[in-house]
């Protein structure tokens, strides 16, 4: 079931609203493949790039709804997720970017590539392992304010808190 936020959403009554979780990155990038053709368009995971432009709103901000840190803002959460749309969008109408869920993104993770990347619309390293794929907007990645940055990478293995957002070409 595809919901308005753009996310999949979990049907069972206990967890309506709430994004899909506990997701192997194969696995988000095959509902994508089935989606797209059900649809018959183009879908696939963000790259790193993509979802970052995306999070900060094409503006540079820190955060998706600024650059200062607030509570109130965001899922600050522990061990478990929110409903989809509890807080406001971002400036683009993404809603819970950073905060909720982390969300896969089509790139191999490589923590030196953005230092050396193209500077127009980098795609992400050509290689790597493929346990290790890059997760964006994850939290409790670290328990402070710039883990729910709009900037903070990290390498993710499949895990309860990581789900995914879909691009449509």
């Not at 971002?90 to 905060?99: K, V």
Request: with cysteine; proline share 8%; aromatic share 14%.
């Amino acid at each position: 079931y595809h919901d308005v936020h753009c996310t999949a959403v979990i049907v069972h009554p206990e967890h309506h609203g709430e994004p899909v979780i506990g997701m192997t990155w194969d696995a988000a990038c095959q509902f994508a493949a089935w989606l797209g053709k059900r649809d018959g368009a183009v879908c696939r995971l963000p790259t790193e790039a993509e979802w970052e432009k995306a999070a900060k709103a094409g503006r540079g901000y820190l955060y998706s709804w600024g650059n200062e840190w607030s509570d109130d803002k965001t899922h600050v959460a522990s061990d478990r997720v929110g409903k989809v749309g509890r807080f406001s969008p971002n400036p683009i109408g993404l809603y819970d970017i950073t905060g909720n869920a982390g969300e896969w993104c089509l790139d191999f993770y490589d923590p030196n590539y953005f230092k050396t990347k193209p500077r127009k619309n980098p795609r992400g390293p050509e290689g790597g392992n493929f346990a290790f794929h890059s997760a964006r907007g994850v939290p409790n990645a670290i328990p402070e304010p710039i883990g729910y940055s709009t900037v903070f990478r990290r390498f993710a293995r499949p895990s309860p808190l990581i789900g995914f957002r879909l691009v449509r070409e």
